[in-house]
Structure formats: structure tokens, C-alpha cells
């Protein structure tokens, strides 16, 4: 038999463990629950809490980074070289989810994964850190604390608690298309999402006919310019979202619109937010 040397014995280690978030994909439905795949032998655990929506997001904070979770690696013939230091940093990818096949066992931090607590992994942000991920389907977005490695396989940017997956809206998918945007403890977070950014010359922005859905109304004018003023202030004021606010031309009057979403409920969270932030109440529409 051959005798493995010791830095096999660690690189075979790190494959194992610290892609703890990269197991085989199971197809949707393999694992005896309906609805969207997940990981084989993964998914919810037996007794899921009642009050997952109300778990809160991590709190960042400085905190010395790992002396060793931090050190480049390499896993399944790819090269990965964790970031050194806490710093802006912005993604556009997908995000998986992993759950009760890991639940207790030990992070690439050290500590034990907690399903239900705010956090994920990923390739290469410092651990520990933390960042802000936004699922621009739904305007939906957390923070957590990165405290793992992974994922490895399928091209995917971060791997959720089944906390952080359920309270972004694709626990049921089992993956979400996600903007990830580090966050620096003390400095404003700088982001740089991929929706169309704001005109600089609102007089030449024609209001549009938007498409059948639901949508948040957050304003209506009787004149475009006001209309145009109020829409680069508000896309300002609501950066963390992805989808873009149109002025809408509606008979006499240009309406500020927010959307569309997928459903009322997820509009609904959505205006929710922008009241604690903004201190108004927009108000859901359905064409």
C-alpha cells in the first residue's frame, strides 16, 4: 500500500472537509423532497424552526483573520488565493445552499457550520468577513459571515446557510443568481451592481411603457423632469437593489416604478425595507 506523505495527507484533508460545501448535486427531487434540487444526502433538517425569516443577519465587526484558513490552496486542480485582507469587493454569480449533511461539523474557520445561523462560504473572500449578498430576483438581501471555504464545482460564487438560502427566497430552487459585496466594518459599503446605471442627463431619458407584472409604485408627477430628479435621488438612496426603477408614462402623469417581481409577497418585502430605509410606504401595482 502506498504510505501517504504528510502534505498529501493535508491536501486529501482540505478536499474533504474544506469542500464540505461542494458535494455532488443530487437531480431535483433525488433525495425524496419535492421541488428544487439540492445536495445528495443534504437538504432541510428534520425539524426546521419556526421563525427562520426573523433570524437576523451577522453583524460585522473587526476580527483578526484566521492564521490558517487564509493560506492559497488547491482543490480538484484549481489554484485559490484567499484575500489577505478585509477589503471592497463585489461578485456577480450563483449561490448554492448546504444544510443538515454538514450541519455541527467543522468550517474551514474551525468552528461548527450552523444551518441556522447567517453564514456561507467562498473561495476566496478573508475568513473571518463578512459581505452582503443580494438576490436581484426578488430584491431580497442578507448579511453574512464567512467563516468556510467552497463551493468548488458547477461554477458557483458562495455556498448559504439554509438560513441565509431561505430568507433570500431559493431554498425550494436549491441555486439563485446573487451580487456579493464585501463589507468593510466601519466604511459605507461600496457596491457596484450590474443593473443599468442612472442617466446623467435626465432630459434626455424617455418614460417608458413598462411590461405587464407587479410592481412598487414610489411616486407619480405631472411633469417628466420631476420625475426624472426624484428617480436618480431614489436610485441613489436604494443602490442595494438590482432591478432598475423606470418613470412610467401613464395617461397625464409619469409614475416611479419599481420591479417587476415575480409575486405580490416579494414586492411587498421589498417596500417593507424601503420604508425602514427611506421612511415611505410604496404601494404594490399589478398590470
Known sequence: MMRLRPWMICALALTLTACGSAPQRSE?????????????????????PANLAEVPDAVPREEPLNRY???????????????????????VGVASWY??????KKT???????????????????????????NPANGRSVVVRINDRGPFLGGRAIDLSYAA?????????????VEVDAIVPGEPLR???????????AA??????????????LAAFSAQASAESMRERLARDL????????????????????GPYASRDDAVGVAQRIARELNFQPFVVVR
Request: hydrophobic fraction near 35%.
Open 69 to 91: 484558513a487564509n493560506r492559497p490552496y488547491e482543490v480538484f486542480g484549481q489554484r485559490y488565493v484567499p484575500m489577505t485582507r478585509v477589503q471592497p469587493f463585489h461578485e
Open 108 to 134: 474551514s474557520s474551525g468552528e461548527p457550520y450552523d444551518m441556522y445561523a447567517m453564514t456561507a462560504a467562498h473561495p476566496t473572500l478573508p475568513i473571518p468577513s463578512y459581505a452582503r449578498v443580494t
Open 239 to 258: 443602490d442595494w437593489l438590482a432591478t432598475r426603477i423606470y418613470v412610467v408614462a401613464s395617461g397625464d402623469l409619469y409614475k416611479l416604478q419599481l
Open 99 to 104: 444544510g443538515r449533511r454538514y450541519h455541527a
Open 165 to 177: 438560502a431561505y430568507r433570500l427566497g431559493y431554498i425550494g430552487e436549491g441555486s439563485a443568481r
Open 204 to 217: 434626455s431619458v424617455q418614460a417608458v411603457q413598462a411590461p405587464a407584472g407587479v410592481y412598487l409604485q
Open 191 to 201: 457596491v457596484a451592481h450590474t443593473a443599468p446605471a442612472p442617466p446623467a442627463n
Open 28 to 48: 431535483p427531487g433525488a433525495s425524496g423532497q419535492r421541488g428544487g434540487g439540492y445536495y445528495k444526502d443534504d437538504g432541510p433538517g428534520d425539524v426546521i
